[in-house]
């Protein structure tokens, strides 16, 4: 499920400066000047996109995540509830499928850069879907914040473009050594990223 956010920023840029240098030369430039000072006004729409996770492999993880896109960079924040105690794995996937039972509609890791699956920033190479482990607390709740400014939402560039892929939620835990995947078991949350 979608749920669309929009809030705006206002910049206002004031062209026309270097007035002070004009006004010294002579009145008729500095006339001319300050027909030529105007506000102009932008709009700079920052969009948040968000996303109920649903439960996948008969499991209860539910959740939601969501994605906002600012000064180049995105920023997740994601809640989680019924996991198991412990570190959990959360990937981007492939693909925006979940309509499989145990989640593997998504296909693989999201990796547009073909390199190995690993730690994020890991100067051996990782998949720009591979986010890492996070902690559930002993009540099974964990929240989950990751801002990168390799992810776009519906750029141009297909290295950046998160949109069309999945999230992933994984029972296990990330090993970030074992390819293609690093090992962390079954898929127990899942939603598509849909603009
Ligand atoms: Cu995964
Ligand atoms: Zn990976």
């Given at each position: 499920m979608k749920i669309l956010r929009m809030s705006s920023l206002s910049l206002f840029l004031i062209l026309g400066l270097g007035c002070k240098e004009a006004k010294k030369e002579a009145g008729e430039a500095m006339e001319e000047m300050e027909e030529a000072v105007e506000v102009v006004k932008e709009e700079v729409m920052v969009e948040t996109i968000a996303f109920k996770m649903e439960p996948k492999s008969d499991s209860n993880v539910a959740g939601e995540v969501e994605f906002t896109e600012k000064d180049g960079k995105v920023i997740m924040k994601a809640s989680f509830s019924g996991l198991t105690p412990g570190e959990h794995a959360i990937h981007i996937h492939e693909k925006a499928d979940c309509s499989s039972a145990d989640g593997t509609s998504t296909g693989g890791h999201w990796n547009p850069t073909s390199e190995p699956h690993g730690?994020?920033?890991?100067?051996?190479?990782?998949?720009?879907?591979?986010?890492?482990?996070?902690?559930?607390?002993?009540?099974?709740?964990?929240?989950?914040?990751?801002?990168?400014?390799?992810?776009?939402?519906s750029c141009?560039?297909?290295?950046?473009?998160?949109?069309?892929?999945?999230?992933?939620?994984?029972?296990?835990?990330?090993?970030?050594v074992s390819q293609p995947s690093g090992a962390a078991g079954a898929r127990v949350s899942c939603t598509g990223i849909i603009k």
């Open positions: 730690k994020w920033g890991a100067s051996e190479g990782y998949h720009r879907g591979d986010i890492g482990n996070f902690t559930a607390d002993s009540e099974g709740n964990a929240t989950v914040e990751f801002t990168t400014d390799l992810w776009c939402l141009e560039d297909e290295t950046k473009n998160i949109t069309g892929k999945a999230v992933i939620v994984h029972q296990g835990v990330d090993d970030f």
